[in-house]
C-alpha cells in the first residue's frame, strides 16, 4: 500500500514537472506577441519555437525521465507523451499561424525567386562565414506545414503500440531536426540537420524495430550517409570555389567564403542572367552529380533504393511514417533548393539521365510492389513508385512540372504515413505482414479494412484525393516535353491499381463469411482498431480529402514558387532549350 | 432564384450524404427504429434522391423553356477554381491557365441527367424493399447506400461538368464504387474478385481516356468544352494528335461501357446486388462511355477535320457491332437471368455505339442532315434502353428476391430449421423457374414491357430508335467511303433478330410453362417498395411512342450537335411514316431503306421470338391465370410450343455453344496474361531486386568487411612489427620530401 502512495507520489511529482515546462513554454510562446506587439511579423518564428525549442525539450525530457530510479521510468511514459504530443501541437500551431497569415502579413504567392519569408540570420561560426540563417518560401514552407502535421499524428496513432519513455521524445527531436533541414538557408545548417535526422530515426528502428532490426538500422545508417558524405564533398567544393571576398575577410572570415545558399543562389542568377554558366560547364555538371546522388539516395531512386523496403519492413510504425512521411521528402527538396536552383544548366544537360531515373523508379517500382508477398515492403517499393514521379516532374524542366511534383512531395506526405500507420496497425493486431495469410478481416475489423481501403485508393491516385492533383498536373508536363514517353506512367497508374487491389483481395476480403486468420490466431484475439490509432487515421484521412477537394490551399505557393524559379532563373536557360530544339 | 445557382447541389448533396450516412450506420447499427423507420439509412438517401431529382427538373424545365424560347444557348454556370498554373510553350513564353469547375447543360446532358436522377430514385425506392428485407445485409445497408449515393453523385457530376477534366473525376469516382458496390459482398471470392476485374479493366480504359486528356491540354491548352469545341481552336491544333487524342478517348469509352474487347468486366459485375446491377447497367455507369462519345461530335463536325476522321468513326461503328454480335449470342445460351440481361445490355450499348459512329462518320463527311439524326437517334436509344433496362433488372431482382424467399420459406417448413443453405439452390438460375407470370404478374407485366422494348417491338420504346440506328447504319454503306459500314451494319441487322430470340428466351424460361421447381410454384410477389419502381417505368416504357411523337429524337440531336439545320416541326404521323415506310423529309420513299426497315421489323419481331416460343413456350400450369395482357403470349407461346417442335441439340451440344457458354474464352485469355505472364514477371522483378541490386550493396558490404578483416590482420600486437611500420613509413616520408624537393 505504502509502497503504491509512494509510487503514485513520485508519478504525481514527474508529472508536475512536465506539466510545469508545457505551461512554460506555452507562456513563454503565447507572450511573443505581448511583448513585441508592434513588431509581430519581425518575431523569428522559426529558430527559437520551432527548430531549438523541440530539440532541446526532447533532450530535457530524455534527460529527466532517463534520471528516474529503475522501475520509476514506466511510470513517466504518460506524461513524457502528453508533453511531447502537446510541444508538437504547439509547433503545428504556430507553423498554421504562418500560412494564415496570423504572424504578421505573409504572402507566400508572391515571393520571388531567392526571397524568403521569415529570413533571419545570426552568426554562427563566423572565421569559416557560417551562419544560422532560416528562412522560408512556397517550396520549404509545405513541407515545415507537412512535418508538423505528421509529427504529432503520428504520435497519436503510435500513442499506445510503442512502450518505453523515449519513444515520443525521439519523434520530437526528430521534428526538429527535419524542421531545421527545411528551413537551412546556409549549407552548413544545413548538412548539420540533415545528418543529425539520421540519429533519432536510427534509435527508433534499433530499439522498437522487427526482428533484423539491427542489420535494417546499420543499412539505413550507413548508406544514407555514405551518400550524404558525397555530397558533403560536393558542398565543400561549392564553398571553395567561390571567390574569395575582401569584405568578408576584413570582417573576420578568414576564407573570405560562406556558406549561404541566397549568396550562391544570386551568383548563379546573375551568371544565368548574363549567358554564361556559373563556375563553368564541366564544375557545374560534376557538382550536381555529386548532389543529386546525395538525395536519389534519400529520395529514393532506383537503383539506390534497396535500403528503403529494408528499412520500412523492420522500423516500427512511428518510424515507417516518419521516414516515408517527411524524411524522403528531403531528399527532393534538397534538388529543388541546391542543384537544380544553382544549376540550371547542368539539369538541362542531365534531363534525359533524370527521365530515365524517374521512368526506372517509376516503372520499376511499381512492378516490384505487384512481386512483393509483404504488405509494407510493397507499401516502401510503392514509395519508390511515386517518387519516381517527382523526378519525372523535375525532368520535364515545366513549372507545372515542378509544381506537381512539389505537390507530389506534399500529397505522398500524406498518404503514405496513412499506408504504413495500416500495416502498422495490421502488424499489431493480427502480428503478420503476409499478404494472404488472413482472409475476410473486413469482418473482423471494419475499421482497418476500411482505412485500408481509403489509403490504398489515395495512394493509386484516385480524383478527389490529394495523390491525383500531383499525378495529373506531372504528366500534363511530362507528355509537354516528352510526348508518347507519358505513356509509361499511365501503364503504372493500371499496375498500381493491381498491386492493390490485389492485396485487398488476399486480406481484407474473401474468407466466404468467416474471417481466416494468421496461423495460431485465436479467433477472440482479432480485434479491430484502438481508439488512438482511429482518431490518428482519420485525421490523416481528412487531411487527404482536403488537400484532394481544395488543392489550390496548399498549391497556390507551390505554383508561385515553380513559376518564379522559372521566370528568374531559368527564363534564359529555357529560351536556349527551346531554340536549340 | 435561378435554378442553375442550385445546381451544384446535384452532385454536392449526394456526396455530403455519404459519409452521414456511414457514420449514422457505424453509431445506430443494431438499433431498433434505425433498422424501422430510418431503414439502414435508406430514408436519407431516398430523401436526397428525390429532393435531387426535383432540382434536376427544375434545371431540365428551365432549361427546355428557354431553349423553346428560342434562348438557345446552353446553361453553363461557374462555380470556381480549382488550380491554377503556369506552362511555358514552344516558343518559350508563359502561359497562364486555370482548371476551374463548373456547369453545363445542353440536350444530351438534359437528357441524361433526368434518366440518371429519375432512375436513382426509383431504385433507390427499389432498394428500401430489396436491400432491407434480406438478412444478409442486415446491419451493413448503410455502407450500400452510402456507396449508392456517392455512385449517383458521380454520374450527376460527369454529366453536369463543363470540362474534360472533371467529367474525367467523377468518371473516376463512379468507378471507384462501381467497385465498392460490386463487392458489396466482400465475403464472397467471387465478389471480390468481380470487383477487381470491374475496377482494372475499367482502369486499363480510364488510362487511356487520361492521354487522351493530356494530349487535349496540349493542343488546347484547357479542357473547358468552350475552348475545345471552338471550330477555330480545332481547326489550330495538329490533326494527327486530334486523332490519336479521341481514339485514346474512345478506348475510355470502350472500357467504361463494356464493349469488345474491354467487356469482360460487365457479366461478373452481376456480382454485386441486384439494385447496383441495375444502376451500373441501366442508369449510369455504362452510359458514360456513350455519354464521352457524344461528346467527341464537335471534333468530327469542325471543319478542318472533314474527312479526316472518317476512319474513327467506323472503328466506333465496327466496335459496336462486333460487341453486338458478339454479346447477343453468348446471351443465347445463359442459365442466369441477370446475366442474360448483362449481354443484353452489352449488345445495346454497341447499338448505341453503331449508331454514334455512323453520326460521326456522316457528320465527318459532310452529310449532316443524316448525322443529325442518327445521333437523336442513337441517344434516344439510350435513353430508351436505360429505362427498360433499369426496370428489367429490378424485375429480374424482384423475381430473385421472391425466389428466395420461397426457397427459404419451404426449407424451413419442410426440415424445420433455419439453416440458410443456398449452395444447393441457384435462386437466379432460369431452370429453376417457369410459370411465375401468374404468380408475379406485375413482374411479368413489367418485364414484358421490358423486353419488348429491348427487342423493338413497334411503337414501344426501343422500337424508334433502333430503327433508326440500323437505317443509319445501312444508309452510311450507300455514301461514298463508307461501304466498310457493311460490317457493322450487317452485324446490328441480324443482332435485331438475336435480341428477339434471347430476351423471349428468359421470359419465356421463366414465366411461361410450368414450374420447373417446387419453389418457383410457391413464389409470392409481396415485397413493399419493388412494385413501384416496376409500375411506374413500365409506363415509361410503353409511353415510347409520346416522346417519339414530340420528336425527342430530333431534340436530342438539336443543340448538341451545333448543327443549324432547319427541320420541319414533326409530329407522330411525321414519326410513323417516317419509320415504316421510309419516307425522307422531302416526302420521297427510299426502297433501300423501307426493305432494311421491314426486314429488322421481321427479324427481331417474328423471327426471335417465334423460335424462342417453340423452344421454351408453354401453357401454365392448371388452375393459374396470368394478366390478360400477358395471357395472350402465354398461349401462343404454349401453341407454337406444341405445334412446331424444334430440334437444337445439334446447336446446344456443338462446339460453338461451348465456347459460347465459356464467353469465347476471353475471360481465360486475360486471366491467363495476367497470371502466366504479369505476375511471374513481377515475381522474377521483385527477385531481381533482392538478389542483384541489393546483393550488389550487400557484396560491397561483404567485400568492406573483408578488406578490414585483411586489414586488420597488420595488426599483430607485437611492438616490433610497430616499430618497423614507423621506420618504414619515416623512411617513406623523407623519400617523398626529397622527392619533392
Same mark, same amino acid.
Given at each position: 500500500?505504502?509502497?503504491?502512495?509512494?509510487?503514485?507520489?513520485?508519478?504525481?511529482?514527474?508529472?508536475?514537472?512536465?506539466?510545469?515546462?508545457?505551461?512554460?513554454?506555452?507562456?513563454?510562446?503565447?507572450?511573443?506577441?505581448?511583448?513585441?506587439?508592434?513588431?509581430?511579423?519581425?518575431?523569428?518564428?522559426?529558430?527559437?519555437?520551432?527548430?531549438?525549442?523541440?530539440?532541446?525539450?526532447?533532450?530535457?525530457?530524455?534527460?529527466?525521465?532517463?534520471?528516474?530510479?529503475?522501475?520509476?521510468?514506466?511510470?513517466?511514459?504518460?506524461?513524457?507523451?502528453?508533453?511531447?504530443?502537446?510541444?508538437?501541437?504547439?509547433?503545428?500551431?504556430?507553423?498554421?499561424?504562418?500560412?494564415?497569415?496570423?504572424?504578421?502579413?505573409?504572402?507566400?504567392?508572391?515571393?520571388?525567386?531567392?526571397?524568403?519569408?521569415?529570413?533571419?540570420?545570426?552568426?554562427?561560426?563566423?572565421?569559416?562565414? !557560417?551562419?544560422?540563417? &532560416?528562412? *522560408? =518560401?512556397?517550396?520549404? $514552407?509545405?513541407?515545415? @506545414?507537412?512535418? %508538423? +502535421? /505528421?509529427?504529432?499524428?503520428?504520435?497519436?496513432?503510435?500513442?499506445?503500440?510503442?512502450?518505453?519513455?523515449?519513444?515520443?521524445?525521439?519523434?520530437?527531436?526528430?521534428?526538429?531536426?527535419? !524542421?531545421?533541414?527545411? &528551413?537551412? *538557408? =546556409?549549407?552548413?545548417? $544545413?548538412?548539420?540537420? @540533415?545528418?543529425? %535526422? +539520421? /540519429?533519432?530515426?536510427?534509435?527508433?528502428?534499433?530499439?522498437?524495430?522487427?526482428?533484423?532490426?539491427?542489420?535494417?538500422?546499420?543499412?539505413?545508417?550507413?548508406?544514407?550517409?555514405?551518400?550524404?558524405?558525397?555530397?558533403?564533398?560536393?558542398?565543400?567544393?561549392?564553398?571553395?570555389?567561390?571567390?574569395?571576398?575582401?569584405?568578408?575577410?576584413?570582417?573576420?572570415?578568414?576564407?573570405?567564403?560562406?556558406?549561404?545558399?541566397?549568396?550562391?543562389?544570386?551568383?548563379?542568377?546573375?551568371?544565368?542572367?548574363?549567358?554564361?554558366?556559373?563556375?563553368?560547364?564541366?564544375?557545374?555538371?560534376?557538382?550536381?552529380?555529386?548532389?543529386?546522388?546525395?538525395?536519389?539516395?534519400?529520395?529514393?531512386?532506383?537503383?539506390?533504393?534497396?535500403?528503403?523496403?529494408?528499412?520500412?519492413?523492420?522500423?516500427?510504425?512511428?518510424?515507417?511514417?516518419?521516414?516515408?512521411?517527411?524524411?524522403?521528402?528531403?531528399?527532393?527538396?534538397?534538388?529543388?533548393?541546391?542543384?537544380?536552383?544553382?544549376?540550371?544548366?547542368?539539369?538541362?544537360?542531365?534531363?534525359?539521365?533524370?527521365?530515365?531515373?524517374?521512368?526506372?523508379?517509376?516503372?520499376?517500382?511499381?512492378?516490384?510492389?505487384?512481386?512483393?508477398?509483404?504488405?509494407?515492403?510493397?507499401?516502401?517499393?510503392?514509395?519508390?513508385?511515386?517518387?519516381?514521379?517527382?523526378?519525372?516532374?523535375?525532368?520535364?524542366?515545366?513549372?507545372?512540372?515542378?509544381?506537381?511534383?512539389?505537390?507530389?512531395?506534399?500529397?505522398?506526405?500524406?498518404?503514405?504515413?496513412?499506408?504504413?500507420?495500416?500495416?502498422?496497425?495490421?502488424?499489431?493486431?493480427?502480428?503478420?505482414?503476409?499478404?494472404?495469410?488472413?482472409?475476410?478481416?473486413?469482418?473482423?475489423?471494419?475499421?482497418?479494412?476500411?482505412?485500408?481501403?481509403?489509403?490504398?485508393?489515395?495512394?493509386?491516385?484516385?480524383?478527389?484525393?490529394?495523390?491525383?492533383?500531383?499525378?495529373?498536373?506531372?504528366?500534363?508536363?511530362?507528355?509537354?516535353?516528352?510526348?508518347?514517353?507519358?505513356?509509361?506512367?499511365?501503364?503504372?497508374?493500371?499496375?498500381?491499381?493491381?498491386?492493390?487491389?490485389?492485396?485487398?483481395?488476399?486480406?481484407?476480403?474473401?474468407?466466404?463469411?468467416?474471417?481466416?486468420?494468421?496461423?495460431?490466431?485465436?479467433?477472440?484475439?482479432?480485434?479491430?482498431?484502438?481508439?488512438?490509432?482511429?482518431?490518428?487515421?482519420?485525421?490523416?484521412?481528412?487531411?487527404?480529402?482536403?488537400?484532394?477537394?481544395?488543392?489550390?490551399?496548399?498549391?497556390?505557393?507551390?505554383?508561385?514558387?515553380?513559376?518564379?524559379?522559372?521566370?528568374?532563373?531559368?527564363?534564359?536557360?529555357?529560351?536556349?532549350?527551346?531554340?536549340?530544339? | 432564384?435561378?435554378?442553375?445557382?442550385?445546381?451544384?447541389?446535384?452532385?454536392?448533396?449526394?456526396?455530403?450524404?455519404?459519409?452521414?450516412?456511414?457514420?449514422?450506420?457505424?453509431?445506430?447499427?443494431?438499433?431498433?427504429?434505425?433498422?424501422?423507420?430510418?431503414?439502414?439509412?435508406?430514408?436519407?438517401?431516398?430523401?436526397?434522391?428525390?429532393?435531387?431529382?426535383?432540382?434536376?427538373?427544375?434545371?431540365?424545365?428551365?432549361?427546355?423553356?428557354?431553349?423553346?424560347?428560342?434562348?438557345?444557348?446552353?446553361?453553363?454556370?461557374?462555380?470556381?477554381?480549382?488550380?491554377?498554373?503556369?506552362?511555358?510553350?514552344?516558343?518559350?513564353?508563359?502561359?497562364?491557365?486555370?482548371?476551374?469547375?463548373?456547369?453545363?447543360?445542353?440536350?444530351?446532358?438534359?437528357?441524361?441527367?433526368?434518366?440518371?436522377?429519375?432512375?436513382?430514385?426509383?431504385?433507390?425506392?427499389?432498394?428500401?424493399?430489396?436491400?432491407?428485407?434480406?438478412?444478409?445485409?442486415?446491419?451493413?445497408?448503410?455502407?450500400?447506400?452510402?456507396?449508392?449515393?456517392?455512385?449517383?453523385?458521380?454520374?450527376?457530376?460527369?454529366?453536369?461538368?463543363?470540362?474534360?477534366?472533371?467529367?474525367?473525376?467523377?468518371?473516376?469516382?463512379?468507378?471507384?464504387?462501381?467497385?465498392?458496390?460490386?463487392?458489396?459482398?466482400?465475403?464472397?471470392?467471387?465478389?471480390?474478385?468481380?470487383?477487381?476485374?470491374?475496377?482494372?479493366?475499367?482502369?486499363?480504359?480510364?488510362?487511356?481516356?487520361?492521354?487522351?486528356?493530356?494530349?487535349?491540354?496540349?493542343?488546347?491548352?484547357?479542357?473547358?468544352?468552350?475552348?475545345?469545341?471552338?471550330?477555330?481552336?480545332?481547326?489550330?491544333?495538329?490533326?494527327?494528335?486530334?486523332?490519336?487524342?479521341?481514339?485514346?478517348?474512345?478506348?475510355?469509352?470502350?472500357?467504361?461501357?463494356?464493349?469488345?474487347?474491354?467487356?469482360?468486366?460487365?457479366?461478373?459485375?452481376?456480382?454485386?446486388?441486384?439494385?447496383?446491377?441495375?444502376?451500373?447497367?441501366?442508369?449510369?455507369?455504362?452510359?458514360?462511355?456513350?455519354?464521352?462519345?457524344?461528346?467527341?461530335?464537335?471534333?468530327?463536325?469542325?471543319?478542318?477535320?472533314?474527312?479526316?476522321?472518317?476512319?474513327?468513326?467506323?472503328?466506333?461503328?465496327?466496335?459496336?457491332?462486333?460487341?453486338?454480335?458478339?454479346?447477343?449470342?453468348?446471351?443465347?445460351?445463359?442459365?442466369?437471368?441477370?446475366?442474360?440481361?448483362?449481354?443484353?445490355?452489352?449488345?445495346?450499348?454497341?447499338?448505341?455505339?453503331?449508331?454514334?459512329?455512323?453520326?460521326?462518320?456522316?457528320?465527318?463527311?459532310?452529310?449532316?442532315?443524316?448525322?443529325?439524326?442518327?445521333?437523336?437517334?442513337?441517344?434516344?436509344?439510350?435513353?430508351?434502353?436505360?429505362?427498360?433496362?433499369?426496370?428489367?433488372?429490378?424485375?429480374?431482382?424482384?423475381?430473385?428476391?421472391?425466389?428466395?424467399?420461397?426457397?427459404?420459406?419451404?426449407?424451413?417448413?419442410?426440415?424445420?430449421?433455419?439453416?440458410?443453405?443456398?449452395?444447393?439452390?441457384?435462386?437466379?438460375?432460369?431452370?429453376?423457374?417457369?410459370?411465375?407470370?401468374?404468380?408475379?404478374?406485375?413482374?411479368?407485366?413489367?418485364?414484358?414491357?421490358?423486353?419488348?422494348?429491348?427487342?423493338?417491338?413497334?411503337?414501344?420504346?426501343?422500337?424508334?430508335?433502333?430503327?433508326?440506328?440500323?437505317?443509319?447504319?445501312?444508309?452510311?454503306?450507300?455514301?461514298?467511303?463508307?461501304?466498310?459500314?457493311?460490317?457493322?451494319?450487317?452485324?446490328?441487322?441480324?443482332?435485331?433478330?438475336?435480341?428477339?430470340?434471347?430476351?423471349?428466351?428468359?421470359?419465356?424460361?421463366?414465366?411461361?410453362?410450368?414450374?420447373?421447381?417446387?419453389?418457383?410454384?410457391?413464389?409470392?410477389?409481396?415485397?413493399?417498395?419493388?412494385?413501384?419502381?416496376?409500375?411506374?417505368?413500365?409506363?415509361?416504357?410503353?409511353?415510347?411512342?409520346?416522346?417519339?411523337?414530340?420528336?425527342?429524337?430530333?431534340?436530342?440531336?438539336?443543340?448538341?450537335?451545333?448543327?443549324?439545320?432547319?427541320?420541319?416541326?414533326?409530329?407522330?404521323?411525321?414519326?410513323?411514316?417516317?419509320?415504316?415506310?421510309?419516307?425522307?423529309?422531302?416526302?420521297?420513299?427510299?426502297?433501300?431503306?423501307?426493305?432494311?426497315?421491314?426486314?429488322?421489323?421481321?427479324?427481331?419481331?417474328?423471327?426471335?421470338?417465334?423460335?424462342?416460343?417453340?423452344?421454351?413456350?408453354?401453357?401454365?400450369?392448371?388452375?393459374?391465370?396470368?394478366?390478360?395482357?400477358?395471357?395472350?403470349?402465354?398461349?401462343?407461346?404454349?401453341?407454337?410450343?406444341?405445334?412446331?417442335?424444334?430440334?437444337?441439340?445439334?446447336?446446344?451440344?456443338?462446339?460453338?455453344?461451348?465456347?459460347?457458354?465459356?464467353?469465347?474464352?476471353?475471360?481465360?485469355?486475360?486471366?491467363?496474361?495476367?497470371?502466366?505472364?504479369?505476375?511471374?514477371?513481377?515475381?522474377?522483378?521483385?527477385?531481381?531486386?533482392?538478389?542483384?541490386?541489393?546483393?550488389?550493396?550487400?557484396?560491397?558490404?561483404?567485400?568492406?568487411?573483408?578488406?578490414?578483416?585483411?586489414?586488420?590482420?597488420?595488426?599483430?600486437?607485437?611492438?616490433?612489427?610497430?616499430?618497423?611500420?614507423?621506420?618504414?613509413?619515416?623512411?617513406?616520408?623523407?623519400?617523398?620530401?626529397?622527392?619533392?624537393?
Amino acid at each position: 500500500m505504502s509502497e503504491n502512495s509512494s509510487k503514485k507520489a513520485i508519478f504525481e511529482r514527474e508529472f508536475s514537472i512536465v506539466a510545469t515546462l508545457v505551461v512554460g513554454a506555452g507562456a513563454l510562446l503565447l507572450s511573443f506577441p505581448l511583448f513585441f506587439e508592434e513588431a509581430v511579423g519581425e518575431i523569428d518564428w522559426i529558430t527559437i519555437p520551432m527548430v531549438a525549442f523541440p530539440i532541446l525539450a526532447s533532450i530535457i525530457l530524455l534527460a529527466l525521465a532517463s534520471q528516474q530510479p529503475r522501475g520509476m521510468k514506466e511510470n513517466m511514459a504518460f506524461p513524457v507523451k502528453a508533453a511531447s504530443l502537446g510541444f508538437s501541437l504547439f509547433i503545428l500551431a504556430i507553423s498554421s499561424a504562418l500560412f494564415f497569415g496570423w504572424l504578421g502579413s505573409i504572402d507566400w504567392t508572391t515571393l520571388k525567386i531567392n526571397e524568403y519569408n521569415m529570413n533571419h540570420e545570426y552568426t554562427w561560426i563566423n572565421s569559416l562565414g !557560417i551562419s544560422w540563417h &532560416v528562412g *522560408l =518560401d512556397g517550396l520549404s $514552407f509545405p513541407m515545415l @506545414w507537412l512535418t %508538423t +502535421l /505528421i509529427i504529432p499524428i503520428t504520435m497519436i496513432t503510435t500513442w499506445e503500440e510503442n512502450s518505453g519513455w523515449y519513444h515520443h521524445p525521439l519523434l520530437l527531436l526528430m521534428e526538429g531536426a527535419l !524542421i531545421g533541414v527545411f &528551413v537551412a *538557408l =546556409d549549407l552548413f545548417m $544545413f548538412y548539420v540537420f @540533415w545528418e543529425l %535526422t +539520421l /540519429i533519432p530515426m536510427f534509435f527508433l528502428i534499433l530499439k522498437w524495430g522487427g526482428k533484423d532490426r539491427r542489420y535494417a538500422a546499420q543499412k539505413f545508417f550507413l548508406y544514407t550517409f555514405t551518400a550524404s558524405v558525397i555530397m558533403l564533398l560536393g558542398i565543400v567544393t561549392l564553398y571553395f570555389l567561390q571567390d574569395p571576398s575582401q569584405y568578408l575577410i576584413d570582417r573576420g572570415v578568414l576564407t573570405g567564403r560562406t556558406f549561404s545558399m541566397i549568396d550562391m543562389t544570386n551568383n548563379a542568377q546573375m551568371a544565368a542572367n548574363d549567358g554564361s554558366v556559373w563556375l563553368g560547364e564541366s564544375m557545374q555538371n560534376a557538382l550536381f552529380l555529386m548532389l543529386m546522388l546525395g538525395f536519389l539516395v534519400k529520395l529514393p531512386a532506383v537503383p539506390f533504393h534497396t535500403w528503403l523496403p529494408d528499412a520500412h519492413v523492420q522500423a516500427p510504425t512511428s518510424g515507417s511514417m516518419v521516414l516515408a512521411g517527411v524524411m524522403l521528402k528531403m531528399g527532393a527538396y534538397g534538388m529543388f533548393r541546391l542543384p537544380l536552383t544553382l544549376f540550371p544548366h547542368a539539369l538541362a544537360e542531365y534531363q534525359y539521365l533524370l527521365l530515365a531515373i524517374g521512368m526506372i523508379s517509376l516503372v520499376y517500382g511499381s512492378i516490384v510492389c505487384l512481386g512483393q508477398t509483404n504488405l509494407k515492403r510493397m507499401v516502401a517499393y510503392s514509395s519508390v513508385s511515386h517518387m519516381g514521379i517527382v523526378i519525372l516532374g523535375i525532368a520535364s524542366m515545366q513549372p507545372l512540372g515542378f509544381a506537381g511534383a512539389i505537390f507530389m512531395m506534399f500529397a505522398h506526405g500524406i498518404i503514405s504515413p496513412m499506408l504504413f500507420s495500416v500495416c502498422g496497425s495490421f502488424k499489431h493486431h493480427y502480428h503478420t505482414l503476409e499478404i494472404g495469410s488472413t482472409r475476410g478481416l473486413a469482418k473482423a475489423s471494419p475499421f482497418l479494412g476500411g482505412y485500408m481501403m481509403f489509403s490504398w485508393m489515395a495512394s493509386l491516385g484516385l480524383p478527389l484525393l490529394a495523390g491525383f492533383v500531383a499525378e495529373i498536373t506531372v504528366l500534363v508536363a511530362v507528355w509537354m516535353t516528352f510526348g508518347w514517353w507519358v505513356l509509361l506512367p499511365a501503364l503504372v497508374l493500371v499496375i498500381t491499381a493491381g498491386y492493390y487491389l490485389w492485396s485487398m483481395q488476399r486480406t481484407i476480403f474473401e474468407g466466404s463469411g468467416d474471417v481466416v486468420l494468421p496461423e495460431g490466431m485465436a479467433a477472440e484475439d482479432a480485434r479491430d482498431l484502438s481508439p488512438w490509432e482511429n482518431i490518428g487515421n482519420l485525421l490523416m484521412a481528412l487531411l487527404i480529402v482536403l488537400f484532394g477537394v481544395l488543392p489550390w490551399i496548399i498549391w497556390d505557393m507551390m505554383s508561385a514558387y515553380a513559376n518564379a524559379h522559372f521566370y528568374f532563373n531559368m527564363g534564359g536557360l529555357l529560351n536556349l532549350v527551346a531554340g536549340g530544339a | 432564384m435561378e435554378a442553375s445557382e442550385l445546381a451544384i447541389l446535384i452532385p454536392v448533396l449526394p456526396i455530403l450524404a455519404m459519409p452521414v450516412i456511414l457514420f449514422l450506420g457505424q453509431l445506430f447499427n443494431g438499433n431498433a427504429k434505425w433498422k424501422g423507420f430510418w431503414k439502414e439509412g435508406g430514408t436519407i438517401a431516398t430523401a436526397v434522391m428525390a429532393i435531387v431529382f426535383l432540382l434536376s427538373l427544375w434545371l431540365i424545365v428551365g432549361h427546355v423553356s428557354a431553349f423553346s424560347e428560342g434562348n438557345g444557348d446552353d446553361v453553363v454556370t461557374d462555380v470556381g477554381n480549382w488550380v491554377s498554373y503556369q506552362l511555358f510553350t514552344e516558343h518559350g513564353d508563359m502561359k497562364v491557365q486555370e482548371l476551374g469547375f463548373g456547369m453545363q447543360l445542353d440536350h444530351v446532358s438534359v437528357m441524361l441527367l433526368f434518366v440518371a436522377s429519375f432512375l436513382c430514385l426509383l431504385i433507390c425506392i427499389f432498394s428500401l424493399g430489396y436491400m432491407n428485407t434480406d438478412e444478409v445485409n442486415e446491419n451493413r445497408n448503410h455502407r450500400f447506400y452510402g456507396e449508392f449515393v456517392l455512385f449517383c453523385a458521380g454520374m450527376f457530376g460527369m454529366v453536369l461538368a463543363d470540362n474534360f477534366l472533371w467529367l474525367f473525376i467523377f468518371w473516376e469516382i463512379m468507378g471507384l464504387c462501381s467497385y465498392l458496390l460490386i463487392g458489396f459482398y466482400y465475403e464472397r471470392p467471387s465478389a471480390s474478385y468481380a470487383a477487381k476485374k470491374a475496377f482494372l479493366t475499367t482502369r486499363v480504359g480510364d488510362i487511356f481516356l487520361f492521354v487522351g486528356l493530356l494530349i487535349m491540354h496540349a493542343e488546347f491548352g484547357s479542357w473547358d468544352f468552350a475552348v475545345v469545341f471552338n471550330a477555330a481552336n480545332i481547326g489550330a491544333a495538329d490533326a494527327g494528335l486530334i486523332k490519336a487524342m479521341l481514339l485514346l478517348m474512345f478506348i475510355g469509352a470502350v472500357g467504361k461501357s463494356a464493349q469488345f474487347p474491354l467487356h469482360v468486366w460487365l457479366p461478373d459485375a452481376m456480382e454485386g446486388p441486384t439494385p447496383v446491377s441495375a444502376l451500373i447497367h441501366a442508369a449510369t455507369m455504362v452510359n458514360a462511355g456513350l455519354y464521352l462519345v457524344a461528346r467527341m461530335f464537335p471534333f468530327f463536325a469542325a471543319p478542318a477535320m472533314a474527312g479526316e476522321l472518317g476512319d474513327v468513326a467506323l472503328l466506333i461503328a465496327m466496335i459496336g457491332g462486333i460487341t453486338a454480335f458478339m454479346a447477343a449470342a453468348i446471351a443465347f445460351v445463359q442459365k442466369d437471368i441477370k446475366k442474360v440481361l448483362a449481354y443484353s445490355t452489352m449488345s445495346q450499348l454497341a447499338y448505341i455505339f453503331t449508331g454514334l459512329g455512323a453520326a460521326l462518320w456522316f457528320v465527318n463527311n459532310g452529310h449532316d442532315e443524316l448525322a443529325f439524326f442518327a445521333f437523336g437517334a442513337s441517344m434516344f436509344h439510350l435513353f430508351n434502353h436505360a429505362m427498360a433496362k433499369g426496370m428489367l433488372f429490378m424485375a429480374s431482382g424482384s423475381v430473385i428476391h421472391e425466389m428466395h424467399h420461397a426457397h427459404h420459406h419451404l426449407e424451413q417448413s419442410e426440415d424445420g430449421h433455419d439453416e440458410d443453405d443456398d449452395h444447393h439452390f441457384d435462386a437466379q438460375d432460369m431452370d429453376n423457374m417457369g410459370g411465375l407470370a401468374s404468380r408475379m404478374p406485375i413482374t411479368a407485366i413489367a418485364m414484358a414491357a421490358g423486353s419488348a422494348s429491348i427487342i423493338g417491338i413497334p411503337l414501344i420504346g426501343g422500337f424508334w430508335s433502333k430503327e433508326g440506328i440500323v437505317g443509319s447504319a445501312w444508309k452510311a454503306v450507300m455514301y461514298d467511303g463508307g461501304g466498310l459500314f457493311i460490317i457493322p451494319a450487317i452485324l446490328v441487322l441480324l443482332t435485331a433478330g438475336m435480341t428477339g430470340f434471347y430476351m423471349s428466351r428468359m421470359w419465356f424460361m421463366t414465366f411461361a410453362g410450368k414450374p420447373k421447381t417446387e419453389v418457383a410454384a410457391n413464389v409470392e410477389e409481396t415485397t413493399p417498395f419493388i412494385p413501384i419502381p416496376l409500375v411506374t417505368l413500365t409506363f415509361m416504357t410503353l409511353g415510347g411512342i409520346l416522346f417519339a411523337g414530340l420528336n425527342f429524337a430530333g431534340w436530342l440531336g438539336e443543340n448538341s450537335t451545333h448543327l443549324s439545320l432547319s427541320h420541319a416541326p414533326s409530329h407522330l404521323w411525321h414519326e410513323i411514316t417516317h419509320a415504316f415506310l421510309a419516307l425522307g423529309s422531302d416526302g420521297q420513299m427510299d426502297p433501300f431503306i423501307l426493305i432494311i426497315t421491314w426486314t429488322t421489323i421481321l427479324l427481331s419481331m417474328v423471327i426471335g421470338p417465334f423460335y424462342a416460343m417453340s423452344l421454351y413456350g408453354g401453357k401454365l400450369a392448371k388452375g393459374q391465370k396470368a394478366h390478360w395482357s400477358i395471357a395472350w403470349i402465354i398461349t401462343l407461346s404454349g401453341r407454337i410450343h406444341s405445334t412446331y417442335k424444334f430440334d437444337n441439340s445439334i446447336w446446344a451440344e456443338s462446339g460453338l455453344s461451348t465456347a459460347l457458354r465459356n464467353r469465347l474464352y476471353f475471360d481465360q485469355w486475360y486471366d491467363s496474361l495476367m497470371l502466366k505472364i504479369v505476375v511471374p514477371f513481377s515475381y522474377a522483378a521483385a527477385w531481381f531486386d533482392r538478389r542483384i541490386i541489393d546483393g550488389v550493396i550487400k557484396g560491397i558490404e561483404t567485400g568492406s568487411q573483408e578488406a578490414s578483416r585483411n586489414i586488420r590482420s597488420l595488426t599483430t600486437g607485437s611492438a616490433r612489427d610497430y616499430i618497423m611500420m614507423a621506420a618504414l613509413g619515416t623512411l617513406a616520408l623523407f623519400l617523398l620530401i626529397w622527392g619533392v624537393a
